[in-house]
């Protein structure tokens, strides 16, 4: 298994609450992704990384912000949680840029806002 | 109309069976094509690569019809260890990677 950590694996917040994920890499792969998962919808990308500090958005960045200062590191923080954002975190990192080779994933945080 | 669809089932086959599961894709200039297999509140992991030509892995056989922008995954010899939630995923390019919700199967013995 690729070596890639989340934390927290669980967290329960109130709304209006600063919120950071951690998901860290012992692989050294430059490419790293944020998606969630909600029943009823496929992973979507929240935000994903090319290089140490350099990000961009995905589909669904409304409401969140992302840091990578180590190659290892790739931080995804929700500046104030809304219960929309109770959701399934899954972090995952690849060789390549995008879906051209495989997305390795972390163990994913369960996230509930109340 | 989603991107990529896949018929949520569930699937509920006995062991032994043979069983497909198809995903239809809107986007013609779509790149690559993948199964993924997710179990139970754990993480996705790769099952297999979709080629042109199409492709097997032991029980797994995977098509690709791009003039119907369709993806197909056959499954042979069911096992229980099979059951899971099988995703389908298009790259249509850039970091723009694609997840269908997913095919649940539950193989009974």
């Known amino acids: 298994d690729a070596g890639i950590t989340q934390s927290p694996r669980h967290k329960v917040t109130e709304t209006g609450t600063p919120v950071t994920l951690r998901c860290h890499q012992t692989e050294n792969h430059r490419y790293m992704y944020w998606y969630r998962q909600d029943p009823g919808h496929g992973l979507r990308l929240i935000h994903y990384?090319?290089?140490?500090?350099?990000?961009d958005k995905g589909e669904v960045s409304d409401g969140y912000s992302v840091s990578r200062s180590k190659t290892e590191d790739f931080l995804l923080t929700l500046e104030s949680a809304t219960s929309s954002q109770t959701s399934v975190y899954f972090c995952?990192?690849?060789?390549?840029?995008?879906?051209?080779?495989?997305?390795?994933f972390g163990p994913g945080t369960r996230l509930t806002v109340t | 109309r989603k991107e990529v669809e896949q018929d949520p089932g569930p699937f509920n086959v006995p062991e032994g069976a043979t069983v497909a599961f198809n995903c239809t894709y809107s986007?013609?200039?779509?790149?690559?094509f993948f199964w993924y297999r997710q179990d139970c509140r754990k993480e996705p992991k790769l099952l297999m690569s979709?080629?042109?030509s199409g492709n097997e892995d032991g029980r797994f056989t995977a098509q690709l019809n791009r003039a119907s922008q369709y993806i197909s995954l056959l499954i042979r010899d069911s096992k229980l260890s099979d059951s899971a939630t099988y995703l389908c995923?298009?790259?249509?390019?850039?970091?723009?990677?694609?997840f269908g919700a997913g095919t649940r199967l539950f193989v009974k013995a």
């Open positions: 990384s090319y290089g140490v500090k350099d990000t």
């Open positions: 986007n013609s200039a779509s790149q690559s």
């Open positions: 979709v080629y042109s």
């Open positions: 995923v298009v790259f249509t390019g850039g970091f723009k990677t694609i």
């Open positions: 995952a990192i690849s060789e390549s840029a995008g879906g051209v080779s495989e997305q390795y």
